[in-house]
């Protein structure tokens, strides 16, 4: 489910697409059916995952999850109020839009043993060796999706990237 | 620990079947004599009986089922009772916790297996958990919009002992199911149904879920709105008023579609908006100007129509807090209530005798002569549900039970069964076709074990019925597969387990056969031969909107 380099969006897909697509921060209870019961409910639905993250949230015993969601042929706002109706989801919040921080991820390993040209851009050097350098990268989904397209000219050699995480800006 | 977890939940009966996960359990079920099991013949049974029974009474149903294909049997039975939001509670056995994930002996991925057809479900690996969790589940399947909540209790925790725990109070931070009427909503939409010029109320099983029948009442009749009601919502409204516009739906009563066509503010109360009520979406309702959704699930708001005044509440305190707010009608009613009154006139429910044979309604009709209001009657699915659902003007609420949602054949048997364990004080009329009955017939058992006084009348027209229909008219006329002559002989089958049934061909031996059954204490079954050509009218053509019902012919 975690997203692979390339954008799903291809050029040809109307606008309304993106319209259709929600960033949601989800609260959820750990437990061993949760993932499955929002996995299961998106699928039921007819909704598609962009993206998924998940980690510890700051309380004990709940998850924080970001959900990138397709609400597919439904109206956008049922992917909140269905994951809203599931016992293990405490609280859902709408984070889609501009007035959010929103962060990816990006490990990638390249050819290259020269790498100012990324550590310019804020790449973190993880480990150099003689097949190659490790780094790693965050920063907004554009950014990431730049970055990578700079790793291009380094000779890459393998790369995983995480979805976005997302929190609301505050005043 | 769990048997006493039920008593304490005010559990009477349980619909189970016992097999090697969840043995413990059994072992000590007579310690506890409050608790009634009734032994089925088929898991999908005891799931159905139960919701029979809590359709019947308004108490969850409780069902109980070993792992693997016990449980599994349960999953169409869940379906049902998930689809028509019925409070039950499914006990399965699970393996024991450590061979969970190796494949053991009968052991099923069940919470995998019934997520998707239950409100909640748990898995139960530790006693540890056990008193919160028959707790909560109790409180999620009957609260808000009620469902079935699955426990799967793998075997050492059945057979685990723990100290006598009372369970805490309840926290479900993830579960808030009570939203309160927001009274702004509510006096807009007052107000939007009394200045309309062309009000139509619809009501759903939420109305009957609620008990908010009476609060309807007295909303309709002081906003002067005519009332139709889903399948489901039957009974939520006096068929026999002035105000009543009967069924609505793809096979609803003429003058009902007339008027949701035609009017300018439609409310809809405690029901779901799906595709068999709005026909052909994009044409549903295309005059409304306003749509008002009353409905205690926030998700139906928008799922299938956007309304433009939305009230996530319980139907009852919502009709109450709208009532006071209707005030002076400003637009008189009167030319919308004889626009309804004449198509009334000239779209009423009918049927002929043109072929001599036998027809489902002469059937019905007489049998309802004899529920006289007081009778439930449990129909199966299929043309003997619509039919069941439309021959009648059901007054009052509680007397028509049917699996509407999920449509499941079979279901009528068990859960007239489960309906009778309920209200052992009314009599219990079972409307199946021969199709939906050879499903689960083996429950016959279950009604001779327990003399239960059910009357099946079996609408037998060697066929699938409904799909006969929609065969000969909706695809091309190719009778594929509908065939049934190939079924038992029923006056022999009920023999076979122990009660009296009797054949009926002609209008004449209706009676008779009817005295017969009610004079005789216990199950009774009547096999109808009805016309096998006979139709469920009106229909709306598949695909199309409801302006385009089709009526009966009249020869």
Same mark, same amino acid.
């Given at each position: ?17 993106? !319209?259709?697509?929600?960033v949601?921060?989800?609260?959820v !209870? ?21 993206s ?36 293990e989801? +405490? !609280? ?17 390993k ?11 851009r804020?790449?973190k050097?993880?480990n ?44 | 620990?769990?048997?006493? *977890? ?15 996960a ?5 072992q $000590?079920?007579?310690? $506890?004599?409050?608790?009634k ?12 009986m ?19 294909p016990?449980?599994?049997?349960l ?15 499914? +006990? ?26 239950t ?8 006693i ?13 399947a ?17 057979q ?11 926290? +479900? ?16 939409a ?10 139509v109320?619809? *009501? ?5 879920l ?8 007295k ?17 939520? /409204? ?7 516009l009967?069924?609505?739906g793809f ?17 809809m ?37 956007r309304? $433009? ?5 319980d ?49 019905l ?10 009778? +439930? ?28 949602g999920?449509?499941?054949?079979g /279901?009528?048997?068990?859960?007239a069964?489960? *309906? ?11 409307v ?8 689960? *017939? ?25 799909v006969?229909?929609?065969?000969d ?11 049934m002559? $190939? ?9 076979a387990?122990?009660?009296p ?11 008779p ?16 031969r009805?016309?096998p ?11 199309k ?11």
């Amino acid at each position: 489910m975690i997203e692979t380099p390339q954008p799903k969006t291809s050029p040809a897909t109307p606008p309304a697409h993106a !319209e259709r697509v929600r960033v949601l921060s989800v609260l959820v !209870e750990d437990g061993s059916n949760t993932l499955s019961k929002i996995s299961g409910l998106i699928r039921r639905r007819g909704f598609h995952v962009r993206s998924i993250s998940v980690g510890p949230s700051r309380q004990v015993g709940r998850s924080r999850m970001t959900l990138t969601v397709d609400a597919g042929h439904a109206e956008t706002d049922q992917v909140r109020k269905q994951l809203e109706r599931l016992v293990e989801v +405490i !609280e859902v919040e709408d984070v889609t839009g501009e007035n959010v921080h929103s962060r990816e991820l990006v490990v990638a390993k390249v050819k290259a043993s020269e790498v100012d040209g990324l550590v310019e851009r804020g790449a973190k050097v993880l480990n150099s060796a003689a097949d190659g350098t490790t780094v790693e990268f965050s920063g907004e989904g554009k950014d990431v999706g730049d970055f990578i397209d700079e790793l291009m000219r380094h000779g890459v050699l393998d790369v995983a990237r995480s979805g976005p995480v997302v929190m609301r800006r505050t005043a | 620990m769990i048997l006493e *977890a039920l008593e304490r939940e005010g559990v009477e009966y349980i619909f189970g079947y016992p097999g090697g996960a969840n043995l413990p359990i059994y072992q $000590h079920l007579p310690e $506890h004599p409050k608790l009634k099991h009734i032994l089925v013949r088929h898991e999908q049974g005891a799931a159905h009986m139960a919701d029979g029974y809590a359709r019947a009474c308004g108490k969850p149903g409780v069902v109980f089922a070993t792992s693997g294909p016990g449980a599994l049997n349960l999953v169409t039975g869940l379906c049902t009772a998930y689809m028509d939001s019925v409070p039950m509670i499914a +006990i399965t056995g699970q393996v024991n916790s450590t061979a969970v994930g190796r494949d053991a002996f009968q052991e099923s991925d069940v919470i995998g297996a019934t997520s998707s057809v239950t409100k909640h479900s748990y898995l139960v690996t530790s006693i540890d958990q056990l008193p919160r969790v028959i707790h909560e589940a109790f409180h999620i399947a009957t609260t808000g919009r009620p469902g079935p909540v699955l426990i799967d209790i793998c075997k050492d925790v059945q057979q685990a002992s723990a100290e006598r725990v009372t369970p805490e109070r309840l926290d +479900i931070p993830g579960y808030q199911p009570n939203g309160h009427v927001d009274l702004g909503h509510a006096r807009l939409a007052a107000r939007a149904l009394a200045s309309a010029e062309r009000p139509v109320i619809l *009501a759903g099983h939420g109305v009957l879920l609620s008990h908010a029948e009476e609060e309807l009442f007295k909303f309709a009749e002081k906003a002067a709105a005519p009332v139709g009601t889903t399948l489901l919502g039957i009974g939520a /409204f006096p068929v026999n008023h002035p105000l009543s516009l009967h069924m609505t739906g793809f096979m609803g009563t003429g003058w009902n579609l007339k008027a949701v066509q035609n009017a300018d503010v439609l409310m809809m109360v405690g029901m779901r908006v799906d595709d068999r009520v709005t026909a052909r979406l994009a044409d549903f309702a295309p005059n409304v100007k306003t749509f008002i959704h009353v409905d205690i699930d926030g998700s139906e708001m928008g799922k299938n129509v956007r309304p $433009h005044i939305e009230l996530v509440a319980d139907a009852r305190n919502a009709l109450e807090a709208m009532t006071p707010h209707v005030g002076e009608l400003e637009a008189g009613r009167g030319r919308w209530l004889a626009q309804i009154d004449a198509w009334r006139e000239e779209h009423p429910l009918k049927y002929t005798h043109s072929n001599g044979h036998l027809q489902p309604q002469d059937v019905l009709i007489d049998m309802y002569k004899r529920c006289r209001s007081e009778a +439930i009657v449990v129909a199966d699915v299929g043309q003997n549900q619509i039919w069941a659902a439309l021959w009648w003007n059901y007054d009052r609420p509680g007397l028509f039970i049917n699996s509407g949602g999920a449509g499941t054949m079979g /279901f009528a048997l068990p859960a007239a069964i489960g *309906a009778k364990f309920g209200r052992p004080d009314k009599a219990v009329w079972c409307v199946a076709g021969e199709g939906g009955f050879v499903m689960t *017939a083996q429950e016959l058992s279950v009604a001779v074990e327990h003399n239960l006084d059910i009357k099946i009348v079996l609408l037998n027209n060697f066929s699938l019925g409904m799909v006969r229909q929609f065969q000969d008219d909706f695809y091309g006329g190719v009778r594929s597969q509908v065939d049934m002559t $190939h079924i038992p002989d029923f006056v022999k089958l009920a023999d076979a387990y122990g009660l009296p049934g009797i054949r009926v061909d002609t209008l004449e031996q209706v009676g008779p056969a009817m005295d017969a059954a009610e004079k005789t204490k216990g199950p009774f079954l009547i096999d109808f031969r009805i016309d096998p050509e006979a139709n469920v009218y009106p229909i709306v053509p598949l695909g199309k909107s409801l302006n385009d019902f089709w009526e009966a012919p009249d020869k």
